[in-house]
């Protein structure tokens, strides 16, 4: 088993180094510079003062020159100064909204287990029935519909009309001189709908899987084995069933990890939270290369992580996976 | 000219008028307004962004600055005198301002200001107008005077930019300063704090000269998404949203909108143009260009594309600016007139194809524009119906910023572009104009080569007499109205609404904001009571 692990951790090396170079050729790709937000059609912005910025931010640099002197230092884990005009360092920055964001995600990866595992086992166990029927209509819109006018429909009704829920941002107005009792609460109040609206949209597909891969496993031999046995209906499903056809969701879950922080732009931009898809987004908006690079290190490493903890997870829960 | 000015803003909506009870102002209550995007660097001389701009504006004061009419009046400048050879500017300063950590300002500060926007290790874009300088002195803690080698209009209104402060900021590396994110300033409003992401809270500043501003807070909250804003505005989370020409016609009607909700409309400094690329062919001959502009209907763009929300542009200036030409050249839609000027300049259809041809060659260019405003996309769109209709054949590219600047505007690799210019009071057009500034990323990208303009915009930024100004830019405005290198499309409205509860708001040419401290909440109405 170590030994699997220490390989394949080995092996997460090289495939990083080929990610970061990918990345950064592709953003170099992309036509223009941090600096032109400064310079582009400024009628007080000279030539001297755009390649002074260039110099400042090392543009002036042939390419491979400013890629190696960006491994050098991410080598120390050093992701640099972001190029917009805070200058603030990048792990700040990234620091500062990361877990906003894997709180929302974790919250709303619960909220959908919490409610497709149920519908997918029901729905597999009473395979055409009403429910079963019913269910994949519900999980379809939620699939077909669009998050963002989910979200504007939802703030409009339950956040204006009703004013049931705050419509944008984390914190109330005066949030600083609640108890945090109040505080959490109040938290809570304002990620309800942005955790129902990234929810919704992923309760389709794992709803779907869960279903299939009940109806995979109700139908193999250990569980006629369980059923000629005697045990209760309940007890072979929930039990011998249920963790069967869990397993292959443990790599969907590993897999959905570097979604935590790309998929959230568009309602992190909606509801106004800051997060890392919305910093992301500007940063790559503002060609804000230490800032892009930063997030996209963290997300591959992420990714990498994922894979190896859905893999290793398997692997614990399966031995035929171990031995090959 | 006072009258002129006037006259542009009476369709506002009246403010409620105030009973006995509640004339007289009082202090308290927040105001709560949204930015767009997240401020960048609230040190005004590194600053270029407008969120920062936005609070820089509260935070810091100029020597001077534009009253509700655009005349410049003095901020920490008491006052000032220009000498005969109108060379030397002298400021007097205010006595007894005070930076908001309780030091005095001087005209150290002043000093120090002035170098720090020349320092060559400074990468501000503001440095311009200050290397015009020759020689700037503080004979005394609130004197401060500056010598030009030649007479240079702008300069007065160049030291409106933000005062920074000597004490705080002398020997140190401006882009590592603390007060990127904690400005220090001596203006109405003191920084309190920023919520990355969030919110930037400022609160009043009790000892403003100019007396403690009557609302106690001021907070701009970051929200990237205009209908989110419109919605949070709505439920009363915000006070104040420019609003877009659709919400303020077709969605704030509400009885629940105008219960909480005043709406006003002035015209801003942008314009829109469809600009034509002088280096080629196809737009050499003058009367090409004022039969397209002939050609298209101008109303019809307003009214489709701002729903009526904006006055038609017939220059660089806003018609309501006093340095406005009324009496320029102006092109009502006309596609007779356009034919026979087309015709005049030797297009007509010989292969009966509906398209023009000359020598073989059809009538035909591609307008291009940047990706993210509607409204040029919509603009070229009915343009190129409007010039089908007189057989010139029109294709639209909607390109991304960037791309759009680096690979068709850098390179003059375009027929014609539609895009905006935002000004200010200043008339200077010396960058947008002067064939001097043709050069790749200079302004004047479709190459505009006049020598009359050329001296006309250099006499213009040398005179300081605003009766002599006129004469020079009117002249200005003249040729471009005659020439047509732009045709100028539409001037639109800036559509700001205001919580209700908000007195004192008076609307002037210069928007609504100037008087921004004198703005107050009757005790009753106040909303937060921190």
């Known amino acids: 088993m170590l030994k699997y692990i220490g390989k394949r951790l080995l092996m997460m090396i090289p495939m990083l180094i080929g990610i970061t170079l990918i990345s950064f050729m592709v953003i170099h790709l992309a036509p223009g510079e941090p600096t032109d937000l400064q310079t582009d059609l400024n009628p007080d912005a000279s030539p001297e003062l755009r390649e002074k910025l260039r110099s400042q931010y090392g543009l002036d640099q042939p390419l491979h020159a400013q890629y190696l002197d960006w491994v050098s230092r991410i080598a120390t884990l050093d992701f640099g100064e972001s190029f917009a005009l805070d200058r603030r360092p990048v792990i700040d920055k990234i620091a500062e909204r990361l877990p906003v964001t894997i709180a929302i995600n974790l919250l709303s990866i619960l909220a959908i287990l919490g409610v497709s595992v149920p519908i997918g086992i029901i729905a597999a166990v009473r395979q055409n029935s009403l429910f079963d029927r019913g269910s994949t209509i519900f999980v379809f819109i939620g699939f077909a519909m669009p998050s963002f006018w989910l979200a504007l429909l939802l703030m409009d009704y339950l956040g204006v009309r009703l004013g049931l829920f705050p419509i944008a941002g984390l914190r109330s107005f005066g949030y600083e001189y609640m108890s945090t009792g109040r505080q959490f609460l109040d938290l809570l109040h304002h990620l309800i709908l942005p955790v129902f609206v990234s929810a919704f949209g992923g309760l389709a597909g794992f709803s779907r899987y869960m279903r299939a891969n009940m109806l995979e496993v109700v139908r193999q031999d250990f569980i006629l084995t369980a059923r000629a046995k005697g045990l209760s209906e309940r007890t072979v499903i929930l039990k011998h069933a249920l963790r069967n056809a869990l397993l292959p969701v443990i790599t969907i879950l590993g897999l959905s990890i570097p979604g935590l922080i790309g998929g959230s732009v568009i309602f992190e931009t909606i509801f106004a939270i800051p997060g890392m898809g919305k910093l992301f987004y500007d940063g790559v908006m503002m060609r804000d290369y230490p800032l892009i690079m930063g997030v996209l290190v963290i997300g591959a490493v992420l990714t990498l992580v994922g894979n190896l903890v859905a893999d290793i997870s398997y692997a614990l829960a399966d031995p035929r996976i171990r031995n090959e | ?530």
């Open chain 2, 1 to 530: 000219m006072m009258v002129l000015l006037l006259s542009a803003c009476n369709e506002q909506a009246p403010v409620a008028a105030p009973s006995a009870a509640d004339s007289e102002p009082v202090r308290g209550d927040t105001f709560i307004e949204a930015s767009i995007g997240e401020p960048n660097n609230l040190l005004p001389v590194l600053a270029s962004d407008s969120a920062s701009s936005a609070i820089n504006s509260h935070v810091y004061n100029g020597l001077v600055r534009y009253d509700k009419n655009y005349i410049l009046e003095g901020a920490l400048a008491e006052s000032w005198e220009i000498s005969e050879d109108n060379l030397s500017i002298t400021f007097h300063l205010r006595k007894g301002v005070k930076w908001h950590d309780g030091a005095p300002f001087t005209s150290a500060d002043v000093m120090f200001t002035y170098k720090l926007y020349i320092d060559p290790e400074v990468p501000t874009s503001y440095a311009e107008d200050y290397r015009q300088v020759v020689e700037a002195t503080a004979p005394d803690p609130y004197t401060f005077k500056v010598t030009y080698a030649q007479p240079y209009a702008p300069a007065l209104e160049s030291w409106g930019l933000a005062i920074h402060p000597l004490h705080l900021l002398e020997g140190k590396d401006i882009t590592k300063s603390p007060l990127i994110r904690k400005p220090i300033g001596t203006g109405p409003y003191r920084f309190v704090k920023w919520d990355a992401g969030e919110r930037v809270v400022l609160e009043a500043n009790a000892d403003y000269f100019e007396g403690e501003p009557y609302l106690r807070r001021v907070i701009y909250r970051v929200i990237p998404d205009q209908s989110t804003q419109f919605l949070e505005l709505q439920s009363g989370g915000l006070d104040f949203m420019g609003l877009t020409p659709i919400q303020y016609q077709t969605q704030t009607d509400t009885p629940v909108f105008t219960r909480n909700f005043n709406k006003y409309k002035y015209l801003g400094f942008g314009y829109t143009y469809l600009g034509y690329n002088l280096e080629k062919e196809l737009f050499r001959d003058k009367r090409v260009r004022q039969a397209i502009a002939y050609a298209i209907d101008k109303q019809e763009i307003i009214d489709g594309v701002l729903l009526g929300l904006g006055e038609i542009a017939t220059g660089p200036y806003k018609p309501d600016h006093w340095v406005c030409n009324k009496q320029v050249k102006r092109y009502s839609y006309d596609p007779e007139k356009a034919k026979q000027l087309l015709a005049a300049a030797g297009w007509s259809d010989s292969d009966d194809d509906q398209v023009l041809d000359r020598n073989g060659k059809p009538f035909a260019f591609t307008i291009v524009t940047n990706q993210g405003n509607d409204l040029r996309a919509k603009t070229a769109e009915i343009i190129q119906r409007r010039l089908r209709d007189v057989g010139i054949a029109v294709k639209i590219r909607v390109v991304e910023w960037a791309t759009f600047l680096k690979e068709f505007i850098f390179t003059g690799n375009f027929d014609a572009t539609i895009l905006g210019w935002t000004g200010g009071p200043e008339p200077d057009q010396y960058n947008i104009w002067h064939s001097s500034k043709t050069a790749p990323r200079e302004l004047n990208f479709i190459k505009y080569n006049n020598p009359e303009v050329d001296q006309l915009l250099e006499k213009g930024r040398r005179i300081f007499d605003r009766g002599e100004r006129k004469k020079i830019y009117d002249r200005f405005q003249d040729i471009l109205a005659d020439e047509q290198p732009y045709t100028f499309l539409y001037v639109g409205y800036s559509l700001p609404a205001v919580a209700k509860r908000f007195r004192g708001i008076e609307v002037a040419p210069a928007g609504i904001r100037h008087n921004f401290i004198k703005w107050w909440v009757p005790r009753g109405e106040q909303k937060y009571d921190r």
